[in-house]
């Protein structure tokens, strides 16, 4: 039981330390950019968003130094499972806004989410003890 809730756990902790990354580069970026960039180079924007994401992962190192999961073959799953979840919870994000009358970064796209947080989340992979 012990083991299901360690899983479930950090399976929770590192959805959200993705979810929140993309949550503050996207105000950063609705801060500092118009959504008509975006509009007007969607590959670039993608690929901004793939950099921002691996920046974000570099700056997570600096806090978490370690994985949150030990053994490597959840870790490999969970670049699987979690990328996916956090693109479509931007998505989600993205809808509300226009919802209420915002308007859609870049970000709060299903891809253009995902792409951030496989790009955080190889970082983390990679470098993270």
């Not at 920046?55 to 499972?81: C, D, N, Q, T």
């Not at 709060?108 to 947080?117: I, Q, S």
């Amino acid at each position: 039981m012990e083991f299901i809730f360690e899983i479930l756990f950090n399976i929770f902790g590192e959805l959200l330390i993705q979810c929140f990354g993309e949550l503050l580069v996207n105000y950063g970026l609705r801060s500092a950019v118009d959504g008509e960039t975006a509009r007007r180079h969607p590959f670039l924007s993608f690929f901004g968003n793939v950099l921002l994401g691996a920046i974000a992962g570099g700056i997570s190192l600096l806090i978490f130094k370690e994985h949150f999961l030990k053994a490597a073959w959840l870790r490999i799953a969970m670049l699987f499972v979690i990328p996916p979840l956090a693109g479509m919870m931007m998505s989600a994000f993205g809808k509300w806004q226009e919802k209420h009358g915002g308007e859609r970064a870049s970000l709060e796209r299903f891809w253009h989410g995902l792409a951030f947080a496989l790009a955080m989340g190889l970082v983390r992979f990679l470098y993270a003890k």
